[in-house]
């Protein structure tokens, strides 16, 4: 997989609403939809999974991203890698490592954003994973 050309897709969303579920770019994206649309952009098809709700549950989230990628240490993080966030025990959201910010579809924010990962961040920080492609 091309990470810089992973990062820049999933750049090109920056602005498009968040949406629960969405799978639009420029229309409505959630994080786990940031990711796949930004894969698929780049060739990778990834396996997509529909009808999950807004809070996780017995780990599926997780179990989704580590059937597809591998766990890595923080200090190893490259342009193009996953963080997983949490804001429970369960993690909840991902997003996209460039350069020392974060890309993701972001409920708060209302839209795909890109900003520093900072204290309040790196707080709920509970796990970096490379893509398995």
């Known amino acids: 997989?091309?990470?810089?050309?992973?990062?820049a897709a999933a750049r090109r969303t920056i602005g498009t609403p968040?949406?629960?579920?969405?799978?639009?770019?420029?229309?409505?994206?959630?994080?786990?939809?940031?990711?796949?649309?930004?894969?698929r952009a780049v060739g990778v098809d990834v396996p997509d999974v529909a009808g999950y709700g807004r809070l996780p549950r017995h780990n599926l989230f997780l179990g989704q991203v580590e059937a597809n990628c591998t766990r890595?240490?923080?200090a190893d993080v490259a342009d193009g890698d996953l963080l997983m966030f949490r804001w429970t025990n369960e993690p909840q959201?991902?997003?996209?490592?460039?350069?020392?910010?974060?890309?993701?579809?972001?409920?708060?924010a209302r839209a795909v954003v890109e900003h520093?990962?900072?204290?309040?961040?790196?707080a709920r920080l509970m796990g970096t994973y490379r893509i398995n492609a």
């Open 1 to 7: 997989m091309d990470r810089a050309a992973f990062v």
């Open 116 to 122: 520093g990962l900072d204290d309040l961040w790196r």
């Open 72 to 74: 890595i240490p923080h």
């Open 18 to 39: 968040f949406r629960h579920q969405g799978r639009l770019p420029g229309v409505g994206l959630d994080c786990a939809g940031l990711v796949v649309c930004a894969l």
């Open 93 to 108: 959201h991902v997003a996209i490592y460039s350069g020392g910010n974060i890309i993701h579809a972001y409920q708060a």
